[in-house]
């Protein structure tokens, strides 16, 4: 797939430690869906020139025409670099790669579950699903208040439930138990975090008994995006082998545990 150069529209921390990046939308991304992701080119020559993979975290129309976001958390020299970028500045990208959230038709009470910077992906599906019609809770967790995406940033429409480890927003603790106790009410669930999250999800998922449809859209290192390198791989609980570039990211959670 071809790499393309893209221009920064604007960069901001949003909120914590995490940034958001605007960036002209190349006219082949116009058919992405939420959780799919691009490869970004880190470094102006080959230090560390290294492509980074981000969940699209959002699109909209800008001044110069369509726009698309990535969100990340500045915890790296990759990161960093990505964060200095202003507007004007390129930014080489590939994509979309990988396969994005399948929302299920004439289903309405979607439960959209995120752990840190997992939330990213899911702001951009929620803001799809409410323009569907349909009803959104999004549930995030985060250790504090600064790893929670603004409420002020979402769709008035979408429910946000925050839980924090430290109790500095929202109920203390994880998002395991509003998990427990929303799934009921859901048609279909969507989450990204961490391993440990999908772990307690399917935990409760399966002392529940329901067969809710719970994707989950894997993080992991992807040094390619493309199916090449192998450096993504995941080890289903059924055997063999799956990449999360290119078979995911997005996976039926019982597929997985
Ligand atoms: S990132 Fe290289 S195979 Fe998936």
Redesign the pocket.
Known sequence: MRSLDVEVTESARLYGDTHVLWMTRPPHLANATPGQFVMVYIGEHTDPLLGR?FSIHRTREGEQGPEFAVLFDVVGRGTEWLSRREPGDAVRVVGPLGRGFEPRERVQRMLLVGGGIGCAPLIWLADRLIEEGREVTLLLGGRTEAQIFPAAQLPPAVELIATTEDGSLGTRGLVTKPFEELLPWSDQVFACGPNRMFEAMHDVARRSGLRKPIQALLE??????????????VFPRRGGVR????DGPMFDLRDLY
């Open positions: 993979a992991g290192t992807m040094a390619c995006g493309m199916g090449i390198c192998y450096s993504c791989a990449l999360i570039c290119t």
